[in-house]
């Protein structure tokens, strides 16, 4: 009996301690768990340690490969804008009249003239193209970019009435944003019953880009002929002479509006599913429907102001990125890069195709999109989820 109860004493003291044993170590079992946790196939997984616990980040494979392809494409296609014209400079003496190190004559051809041009065609067309994905994803419609449903028209109709009625060579930002807001609220209560889903929403966007597009026409026809061919370069859509406050406020917004649209990121992946989904999955539908939407608005008035309404950069961004990327997600950085490429390509081809004739980067891209708009048309649908 005393050995019995020397053994059995024995056993409860080994099993409190391989009971304790774990709970003493359980902090460090679990991290080494996490560290040893494979990503999901077509991940990339960033692991690390602070105070508060492990932490994990996961960065999708192709998309990064896509961005950063983007991204060197826009670099050596803004080497080629800046290298090419009427003059042209050699790539490495442009990269010293970046430094301030070239000769006189390159240095103000590039910093003068092209770097200001091209800093507006990046930032118009990575606006452009932002908000077109935005409202795209919005409306779970590839065709609704603010040009097609009246945004682009609507605050071009606003600018142009400042331009004649005031008398400036280019309107405030805030006239194009309240001509967008005016075309946006006008087709969202045309549309109402339906939604943002369906042709009907696109059907009244058209409408109210006509409305628009005609208002434009009109006060054109009412001024002098002089007044109306300086104006009429701006609403086809160019970048020739735009104003460095306009810019400035557009470069302020559009990164404020990409980092919103990030933060919003898995939100706006949810958004694709129907609502009811959504908001089983916790997002707030309508909230950020309105967020969304607000912030494509923005977007387009800001780059509106700068360069007029160059819709199709809002069709013709979002399809590349799309076409790229894998659907897991809303491809919005890539789709920003895309729109600030097929802008700075478009800009660049109307300013050498024909020179010394320059043909404005509106027509250019509408050449372009066109036919791309006919293409996705003709295209068997593609579900957004």
């Known amino acids: 009996m005393k050995a019995t109860s020397i053994r059995s004493s024995a056993i409860h003291s080994?099993?409190?301690?391989?009971i304790a044993m774990p709970c003493a170590s359980?902090?460090?079992?679990?991290?080494?768990?996490?560290?040893?946790?494979?990503?999901?196939?077509?991940?990339?997984r960033l692991a690390w340690r602070s105070r508060y616990g492990a932490n994990s980040l996961l960065f999708e494979q192709r998309a990064v490969v896509v961005n950063l392809g983007l991204l060197v494409t826009l670099l050596l296609a803004c080497m080629l804008?800046?290298?090419?014209?009427?003059?042209?400079?050699?790539?490495?003496?442009?990269?010293?009249?970046?430094?301030?190190?070239?000769?006189?004559?390159?240095?103000?051809?590039?910093?003068?003239?092209?770097?200001?041009?091209?800093?507006?065609?990046?930032?118009?067309?990575?606006?452009?193209?932002?908000a077109g994905i935005l409202m795209q994803t919005l409306a779970r419609?590839?065709?609704?970019?603010?040009?097609?449903?009246?945004?682009?028209?609507?605050?071009?109709?606003?600018?142009?009435?400042?331009?004649v009625g005031v008398g400036f060579s280019i309107a405030p930002p805030a006239m194009a944003l309240a001509g967008?807001?005016?075309?946006?609220?006008?087709?969202?209560?045309?549309?109402?019953?339906?939604?943002?889903?369906?042709?009907?929403?696109?059907?009244?966007?058209?409408?109210?880009?006509a409305v628009?597009?005609?208002?434009?026409?009109?006060l054109l026809a009412r001024v002098a002929i002089d007044t109306a061919n300086a104006a009429y370069p701006w609403t086809v859509g160019s970048l020739n002479a735009r104003p460095i406050g306009a810019l400035q406020l557009l470069m302020l917004g559009l990164g404020l509006g990409l980092a919103t649209a990030l933060a919003l990121?898995?939100?706006l992946t949810l958004l694709r599913f129907k609502d009811a989904t959504a908001s089983g999955l916790g997002v707030n539908v309508k909230r950020r429907r309105r967020e969304v939407l607000l912030l494509s608005v923005a977007l387009t008035a800001l780059a509106v102001a700068v360069a007029g309404p160059v819709g199709m950069v809002g069709l013709i961004g979002p399809e590349i990125a799309r076409s790229l990327s894998s659907s897991r997600s809303v491809p919005i950085l890539a789709a920003t890069l895309s729109g600030a490429l097929v802008m700075v390509l478009a800009d660049l081809a109307g300013r050498t195709l024909l020179a010394p004739i320059e043909i404005p980067v509106g027509i250019v891209t509408a050449v372009v999109g066109g036919?791309?708009?006919?293409?996705?048309?003709m295209r068997p649908q593609r579900s957004f989820t």
């Open 212 to 218: 628009f597009g005609a208002i434009t026409q009109l």
């Open 81 to 130: 804008y800046l290298s090419l014209g009427s003059v042209k400079v050699a790539p490495g003496a442009v990269l010293q009249a970046l430094l301030g190190n070239a000769g006189m004559m390159a240095n103000f051809v590039v910093q003068e003239l092209r770097l200001p041009r091209l800093a507006a065609a990046c930032f118009t067309g990575a606006a452009f193209a932002l």
């Open 26 to 44: 359980d902090d460090q079992a679990r991290e080494g768990e996490n560290d040893s946790v494979p990503p999901p196939q077509g991940y990339w």
């Open 180 to 209: 967008a807001t005016t075309a946006a609220v006008l087709t969202f209560g045309l549309a109402a019953g339906s939604g943002t889903q369906g042709y009907r929403f696109i059907v009244a966007g058209i409408g109210v880009g």
């Open 14 to 18: 080994s099993s409190d301690r391989t």
């Open 141 to 163: 419609n590839r065709l609704a970019t603010p040009g097609i449903i009246g945004i682009d028209n609507g605050a071009t109709a606003f600018a142009v009435a400042s331009i």
């Open 371 to 377: 036919p791309w708009l006919l293409w996705i048309l």
């Open 265 to 267: 990121a898995r939100s």
